[in-house]
Structures are given as structure tokens and as C-alpha cells.
């Protein structure tokens, strides 16, 4: 792990309720949205760049990358 990314992975693990290493956002988008291509858009950008796919894991103390398998549902659609 670059030293970024420790650094990040420990203001995590000492306020694992913040939004220090994942931030949320919500969108609204006004007028017609084709929301299958929507979904298949951000599928295809998590599968084209490994960082995406990354979980940090500690083993007795050492910092590990592990590549995630990419789940179909990185967005939630909401009607509103």
C-alpha cells in the first residue's frame, strides 16, 4: 500500500463513522434518464479500473490488497 492509502486506512480505523475513505453522495437528474444504461455505464467503469474493485485487509498487523469481485449493483435508483 502506498503511504496515502495507510494513511487513510488508519483515520478509518479510528473513526470507522466517518466519511474519510468512502464518501456517499445522492444526485437528482431532471429529465429522461435511461437507467439501464446508467447501471451498465458505472458496472463497466468499476470492471475497467482495479482500484475500484480494492478492499484493504490487515493480517497480523500487515496491510493487504485484495480484489474484490464486482457486485451488479455499485448505484442505488431511487424514484422520487
Do not use: W
Amino acid at each position: 500500500l502506498s503511504v496515502g492509502q495507510r494513511a487513510l486506512y488508519f483515520l478509518e480505523s479510528i473513526a470507522p463513522e466517518s466519511t474519510i475513505y468512502n464518501l456517499m453522495s445522492a444526485s437528482q437528474i431532471f429529465g429522461k434518464v435511461d437507467v439501464q444504461a446508467l447501471h451498465r455505464s458505472f458496472n463497466f467503469l468499476a470492471k475497467r479500473h482495479p482500484i475500484l474493485q480494492m478492499k484493504i485487509l490487515s493480517i497480523e498487523g500487515e496491510l493487504y490488497q485484495e480484489v474484490q469481485d464486482i457486485v451488479d449493483n455499485v448505484f442505488k435508483y431511487v424514484q422520487a
